[in-house]
């Protein structure tokens, strides 16, 4: 397998004696999207910035791009995109110019109209960037990250605040980046979000990773026991099954050979969202 | 270079297009203009041997016009990119952080340059204010010397400014009463002796006094070194403070 395109050891970051960041390891891939979940106060900006070369740790190996960004430098920064957390555009720029000014930023960008059409902006090119709505303004944004063709674009909570057509508009431009290549990294606290997008997850609380995986497999859901409910004469019954497909078909056998409705028959797994309650709860 | 004149391109289409940044740093110079020729004209002012009123207030006007586009301008911009996240960001890229400052120094260079050349033609035309073409050298020194100290103070005056909210309080409470404690405003024949004294201290007086003795035939030495030398050394203190100073992150929330 290739270098990861992102390696973290043992990454520590204190702010005086709050320890942001206690050890962080993770390995990110070559186009892959990797989603950093955790909520507020995690330590994902602290990584993400630290990943983008904004602050200095205080210990662990980084690299990104097989370089350390603290020292990277200009020819690094051509093939990385970033879209920070609460970044406002010049508002009297319009998409078009807003993005052929960043274009002048790299030797090689990408044409603006194709950059245009990849973040579902067309017919707003000429639209002043102050006055499109959040959403539109935040692929705006990842259009600017992208202007310059970048191979590892960040992604810093790109939807925090938004309401659901915005969001469900930037998950559409966010999953497309996968199809151009990119790899992305990104960080969220929305769990859905990272069940949407992400080909792996890392949970993160308390300044240190607590479960990584797919997100149908994370913090090993798919070997959690199943719960099966029904209700039996107006009482509800909760059955808890590591076989769930076995104790179902002996369940409905019995009701049917006794001639008995399973009234609001269910089988439930634990969601992302009870596996990242469970792990990101502050003692 | 290419670079700085891609930034400063859209720095000015930036600037254009910002309603309040034209109206206080191009119609405002105008209007003050206008206002202080309507209310004191057809006086004589004792300086220089006595002057029209409205000889006197074209180059005052062009003093505070050229410092609001400078340092004013500078220094509520920089505070709005800021804390925008917009210096932070451009940092993300490949473009060397100095080419952003220098765009914008260019940005307000020119239209201080431009409000120089408004507000002596408006002084032209509707005053009879003669403009001292015979000494555009020793103006456009003035000019050069005074934009560039005021452009590294409005960078300084970032670090003091902690939000954007701040940005134009901030700026107007040190540069309004300056003004009218500089003579820009009231005539200095009016201002008690120890007012321009205090004025003294600060480089706003002596950037007016250089302008003025350059603008107005017979006011004194068309280069008034030592007032230069006063607001350069403000100048180079100012830049001193801004690269120490400097942030390129939000300091607000």
Redesign the interface.
């Known amino acids: 397998m290739a270098d990861p395109v992102i390696s973290i050891r043992g990454l520590r970051k204190s702010y005086g004696d709050v320890e942001a960041v206690s050890g962080i390891e993770l390995e990110v891939h070559s186009g892959e999207v990797f989603a950093f979940l955790g909520p507020n106060g995690a330590g994902k900006t602290t990584t993400v910035e630290i990943l983008e070369g904004y602050r200095k740790r205080d210990g662990g190996e980084v690299a990104v791009l097989g370089e350390d960004p603290e020292r990277a430098g200009r020819e690094w920064r051509e093939r990385i995109g970033i879209v920070l957390q609460g970044g406002r555009l010049e508002p009297y720029l319009t998409v078009a110019e807003s993005l052929a000014l960043y274009a002048g930023y790299y030797r090689s960008p990408r044409p603006v109209e194709e950059v245009i059409e990849t973040v579902g902006l067309g017919g707003k090119a000429d639209a002043r960037a102050g006055k499109l709505s959040g959403g539109q303004q935040r692929r705006l944004d990842v259009g600017m990250a992208l202007i310059g063709d970048p191979d590892l674009l960040f992604l810093d909570e790109p939807t925090t605040g938004f309401d659901p057509e915005a969001r469900r508009q930037a998950w559409d431009v966010i999953g497309g980046l996968r199809d151009l290549g990119k790899t992305v990294f990104l960080t969220t606290h929305y769990m859905d979000e990272a069940q949407r997008l992400a080909d792996r997850v890392a949970i993160v609380a308390g300044g240190e990773v607590v479960a990584r995986g797919t997100p149908d497999d994370l913090g090993d859901r798919s070997a959690q026991p199943a719960t099966i409910t029904y209700r039996l004469a107006d009482e509800p019954v909760s059955v808890e099954t590591t076989t769930p497909v076995e104790t179902l078909n002996e369940l409905t056998a019995w009701a049917m050979a006794e001639g008995i409705e399973l009234e609001g028959l269910e089988v439930t797994r634990p969601s992302l969202e009870d596996v990242y309650l469970e792990l990101t709860r502050s003692e | 270079m290419s670079?700085v004149l891609?930034?400063l391109r859209?720095d000015q289409?930036?600037f254009w297009?910002?309603p309040a940044a034209v109206f206080f740093t191009v119609l405002f110079p105008v209007v003050l203009l206008l206002i202080f020729a309507t209310v004191f004209g057809g006086q004589t002012i004792d300086v220089a041997g006595g002057i029209e009123t409205t000889t006197y207030y074209v180059p005052a006007i062009i003093t505070l016009a050229v410092i609001s586009a400078t340092m004013q301008t500078l220094a509520m911009s920089l505070v709005i990119a800021r804390e925008?996240?917009?210096l932070?960001?451009?940092?993300?890229?490949?473009?060397?952080p100095w080419v952003f400052i220098v765009g914008r120094i260019g940005n307000s260079i020119v239209v201080a340059a431009l409000m120089l050349a408004l507000v002596a033609a408006l002084g032209r035309i509707l005053y009879g204010v003669p403009i001292p073409w015979e000494r555009a050298p020793e103006l456009l020194v003035v000019l050069a010397v005074g934009a560039a100290s005021f452009c590294c103070l409005g960078i300084a005056l970032t670090a003091a400014i902690p939000t954007q909210d701040a940005a134009a309080p901030i700026v107007n409470a040190l540069l309004l009463p300056l003004y009218f404690l500089s003579g820009v405003f009231i005539p200095e024949d009016e201002l008690p002796s120890g007012v321009i004294e205090f004025a003294n201290h600060f480089p706003i007086r002596h950037f007016f006094e250089a302008f003025f003795d350059a603008y107005v035939n017979g006011a004194g030495t068309a280069l008034s070194w030592s007032d230069l030398a006063v607001v350069a050394a403000w100048g180079v203190a100012g830049l001193l403070l801004a690269i120490r100073f400097f942030r390129w992150?939000?300091r607000g929330g």
Do not use: A, F, I, S
């Open positions: 670079l891609h930034q859209y289409k930036v297009r910002n925008n996240e917009r932070k960001r451009g940092r993300g890229t490949p473009m060397p992150t939000p």
